[in-house]
Each structure stands twice: as structure tokens, then as C-alpha cells.
């Protein structure tokens, strides 16, 4: 079965940034849509960014702040995080896309904190 494991989280002041990363086991990497979410306390789980081989999507809040990458190589997905707001505080979860199928991570904390 697939597994996701991410990394890269931690406590970070306003303004400040971050890089996520997100390492996939098994072999259908390169045939999947793959993006991060996130969640906070009391808040619905919410899609923050996502990728193919030849397109991204953002959510408006994180448009001109954060930046989605993969590398096929080493089956990696990361979320570079620029410009944090304390907003921007949750778990951070990856998500591997494949026919009907989901795959998640166990998630990584990300605190915007002064």
C-alpha cells in the first residue's frame, strides 16, 4: 500500500517561512494528482494546493504566499510557505490521488506564532 510522510513542520513567527515535504513509497507516484491540506482547530479540512505533471492549483488565500513542487525522481511533493500569517496555523496533511483511491499522511503541524 502507499504510504505518505511528511516533514518540514514547525513554530515559525509571522512573516517568516517554511518548506513541507511529503515522500511517497510505491509506484504509481508519477500517475497521480497529489496536494497538501490542512486543518485547524474547529474548521473544516480545506485544500491549500495541488499538482499534475503540467499544472497547479491554489487556494485563493495562499496565491502569491506558497508554492507547489514534485520531484518524479524522488517521489517527493513539497509546499514551499512564504509570507506566513498566524491564519495559516494547522495540520498540514498530503494527499496522494489515484483512480477512486485516497491516500493520507499523518500530518504535520505548522504554527504561525509571535
Known amino acids: 500500500q502507499v504510504q505518505l510522510v511528511e516533514s518540514g513542520g514547525g513554530l515559525v513567527q509571522p512573516g517568516g517561512s517554511l518548506t513541507l515535504s511529503c515522500a511517497a513509497s510505491g509506484s504509481i507516484f508519477r500517475s497521480t494528482v497529489m496536494g497538501w491540506y490542512r486543518q485547524a482547530p474547529g474548521k473544516e479540512r480545506e485544500l491549500v494546493a495541488s499538482?499534475?505533471?503540467?499544472?497547479?492549483n491554489y487556494a485563493d488565500f495562499v496565491k502569491g504566499r506558497f508554492t507547489i513542487s514534485r520531484d518524479n525522481a524522488k517521489k517527493t511533493v513539497y509546499l514551499q510557505m512564504n509570507s506566513l500569517k498566524p491564519e495559516d496555523t494547522a495540520v498540514y496533511y498530503c494527499?496522494?490521488?489515484?483512480?477512486?483511491?485516497?491516500?493520507w499522511g499523518q500530518g504535520t503541524q505548522v504554527t504561525v506564532s509571535s
Open positions: 499538482i499534475t505533471w503540467g499544472r497547479t
Open positions: 494527499n496522494l490521488h489515484f483512480v477512486t483511491i485516497d491516500y
